[in-house]
């Protein structure tokens, strides 16, 4: 099961807090974890909830501040960091992980900011999507490949691919209000990139906005710990850059318009008023012949989603292929459990949309 790949890191018994009027400070220090970590029960319980109420899965995992480590068949084990506020304590994340309360008089602008500061320090489900995908693809081709396995090279494959990943940090530009999710842990900063980089892309790039905490050193730690001391197959260029979606008069986005062929969205719909904005960024960035990964759950419900592909299509895309997948059970054989997209399903409701997402490949419309 895609969440069994995600587990809480050993805490460490000495005492790590950090000030809650400062991001945490990356530790880069490689020391031997085996005597200053040690197992919580409680988060070992966590692990096994999905297992135990399907309907229920996470949509999101962690803490901020919290190291997990991810699980990956190909690569071995991550550790990756979740981003913090600067101020953000843990009443605030359980606050953030239901939406924040409309304040009289809070203008769009502070509401938007509220929005980006409460996303960011989560991983989502859509981001493993995502990370299995491109790791399914990197196993070798064999003469006994099923069409499934054939099927996610199609889709999935980043070698020697340049890859932008688009709010890697979850700092989005969404707000949610009375969104009852799950209270479990979730991972953390930009785990599609790390993935694609050790898949063989030729580069990759983590963006988020510029707001995003995830940028004053979460995916720089993710980034040294699991890239640097890693040999891969080739040399992957890798860089971490601020990026305000629909923005393109910068150095960044003036320099690399239409350079990258695959570009990553997981989980980036939730406000319809940047949906345009999300349109632009892709478009601009998109290479000749590239392709659009469009990933979501259905946390704010399906509605906002279509709304999105309304929208990109509008804006000079089409879509290539386009499916929702069940994130808990998979079929007898062990491969995923698929069924047509949908933009609307009767008498669907938060308690059975949460396991399943959409998944989406767009290209620009010939």
């Not at 490949?145 to 999935?156: M, V």
């Not at 991972?187 to 983590?206: E, F, H, K, Q, T």
């Amino acid at each position: 099961m895609l969440h069994s790949r995600l587990r809480p890191a050993p805490l460490r018994k000495a005492s790590t807090a950090t000030p809650t009027d400062a991001a945490p400070a990356p530790d880069f220090h490689d020391a031997d974890r085996s005597s200053d970590f040690e197992e919580s029960a409680e988060d070992l319980f966590g692990a096994f909830l999905p297992h135990l109420f399907p309907d229920d899965a996470p949509s999101f995992y962690g803490d901020p501040g919290q190291y997990l480590l991810y699980s990956s068949p190909h690569y071995g084990e991550l550790e990756i960091m979740i981003p913090s506020y600067p101020g953000q304590d843990k009443k605030k994340s359980e606050e953030g992980a239901i939406g924040p309360e409309k304040k009289e008089g809070a203008t769009q602008t502070n509401q938007a900011e509220d929005g980006r500061q409460l996303f960011a320090h989560f991983l989502w489900s859509a981001g493993m999507v995502v990370a299995e995908g491109v790791e399914n693809a990197s196993c070798p081709a064999t003469e006994n490949d099923s069409d499934a396995q054939k099927e996610a090279r199609e889709i999935w494959s980043v070698d020697g691919e340049t890859v932008m990943e688009l709010g890697a940090g979850k700092s989005i530009e969404s707000i949610r209000y009375n969104i009852q999710l799950t209270d479990i842990y979730h991972p953390g900063a930009a785990l599609p990139s790390l993935i694609c980089a050790l898949a063989n892309a030729s580069l990759v790039v983590a963006t988020d906005h510029p707001s995003s905490p995830a940028l004053t050193g979460a995916i720089e730690f993710n980034v040294k710990q699991n890239l640097l001391k890693r040999q891969t197959s080739q040399q992957t260029a890798v860089a971490i850059q601020p990026h305000e979606w629909g923005t393109v008069t910068d150095s960044f986005s003036q320099s690399h318009k239409g350079t990258f062929t695959r570009i990553i969205a997981a989980d980036c719909y939730w406000m319809r008023s940047q949906h345009k904005n999300l349109a632009r960024t892709m478009e601009w960035f998109l290479a000749p012949g590239g392709r659009v990964w469009c990933v979501s759950g259905f946390h704010t419900g399906r509605a906002i989603v279509a709304d999105f592909f309304k929208t990109a299509l509008e804006n000079g895309f089409e879509v290539e292929r386009i499916f929702e997948r069940d994130l808990v059970s998979r079929d007898k054989e062990g491969g995923e459990i698929r069924r047509e997209w949908a933009p609307f399903r009767e008498g669907e409701g938060p308690g059975n949309r949460q396991r399943w997402c959409v998944i989406a490949v767009l290209k620009r419309r010939e």
